[in-house]
């Protein structure tokens, strides 16, 4: 069965911290993994990693995957309050006609001014 | 550009009563169609997919389905709500095909039964 673990579950910080959150899957056909954030409706992509070992950046965002040992991580660095969302990770699977992404349950991050 | 409209957003409705959330896409043509639910818990489980009209594919056993009269269109139904559908509802879509897409996901409707 496929499966998605994120950690830590919630997080609190204050500005200028930096953190580290956490993915570890197992996904059968795995294609690509992605990340989003999440703040109070729809996800909103981050990133999309298919090679292990190839860093990601966006600002002060990135994220890096190893495909050997199966998980991703996600570092953001001098971390603002506009930051505090949940952050979700989906490994993506070949499955039936298409790829489907298989969601954790996300890192809650609350950044405190 | 792109755009994904869900609706409506926040729906209040009794146990039994029936369910419709629609979903539309423009600006692409053939995409794949999601819906995802989204309980306390927060993780996202995916409900139903579609790769093109007409073709419905479910995840997990329930007391919802899902339909795609139109290219663009995904609706998601019930003819009898329990408690347990409570939640929030996202629909997505993705560009066709087999390749690694990236899912862009619409506002989301919030159900509560009561």
Same mark, same amino acid.
């Given at each position: 069965?496929?499966?998605?673990?994120?950690?830590? !579950?919630?997080?609190?910080?204050?500005?200028? #911290?930096?953190?580290?959150?956490?993915?570890?899957?197992?996904?059968?056909?795995?294609?690509?993994?992605?990340?989003?954030?999440?703040?109070?409706?729809?996800?909103?992509?981050?990133?999309?990693?298919?090679?292990?070992?190839?860093?990601?950046?966006?600002?002060?965002?990135?994220?890096?995957? #190893?495909?050997?040992? !199966?998980?991703?991580?996600?570092?953001?660095?001098?971390?603002?309050?506009? #930051?505090?969302?949940?952050?979700?990770? *989906?490994?993506?699977?070949?499955?039936? *006609?298409?790829?489907?992404?298989?969601?954790?349950?996300?890192?809650?991050? *609350?950044?405190?001014? | 550009? +792109?755009?994904?409209?869900?609706?409506?957003?926040?729906?209040?409705?009794?146990?039994?009563?029936?369910?419709?959330?629609?979903?539309?896409?423009?600006?692409?043509?053939?995409?794949?169609?999601?819906?995802?639910?989204?309980?306390?818990?927060?993780?996202?489980? $995916?409900?139903?997919?579609?790769?093109?009209?007409? +073709?419905?594919?479910?995840?997990?056993?329930?007391?919802?389905?899902?339909?795609?009269?139109?290219?663009? +269109?995904?609706?998601?139904?019930?003819?009898?709500?329990?408690?347990?559908?409570?939640?929030?509802?996202?629909?997505?879509?993705?560009?066709?095909?087999?390749?690694?897409?990236?899912?862009?996901?619409?506002?989301?409707?919030? $159900?509560?039964?009561?």
């Amino acid at each position: 069965e496929d499966k998605v673990v994120q950690s830590p !579950l919630s997080l609190v910080v204050h500005e200028g #911290d930096t953190v580290t959150l956490n993915c570890s899957y197992e996904v059968t056909n795995f294609r690509s993994l992605l990340w989003y954030k999440q703040e109070k409706k729809a996800p909103t992509f981050l990133f999309m990693l298919t090679s292990s070992g190839i860093e990601k950046k966006s600002g002060r965002l990135s994220s890096i995957l #190893d495909k050997k040992e !199966l998980f991703s991580i996600l570092n953001i660095t001098a971390t603002q309050t506009g #930051d505090s969302a949940i952050y979700l990770c *989906a490994p993506s699977g070949y499955g039936g *006609a298409t790829n489907k992404l298989i969601f954790g349950t996300g890192t809650l991050l *609350a950044v405190q001014p | 550009s +792109q755009t994904i409209h869900q609706w409506p957003a926040t729906l209040v409705q009794p146990v039994g009563s029936p369910l419709s959330l629609e979903c539309t896409v423009e600006g692409t043509s053939n995409p794949n169609l999601y819906w995802y639910r989204q309980a306390a818990g927060r993780g996202l489980q $995916l409900l139903f997919y579609s790769v093109g009209i007409g +073709q419905i594919s479910s995840e997990v056993p329930q007391n919802l389905s899902a339909s795609r009269p139109q290219d663009r +269109q995904f609706i998601l139904s019930s003819k009898k709500l329990l408690l347990s559908d409570s939640g929030f509802y996202l629909c997505a879509w993705s560009f066709g095909g087999s390749g690694a897409n990236v899912l862009t996901f619409g506002a989301g409707s919030r $159900l509560t039964v009561l």
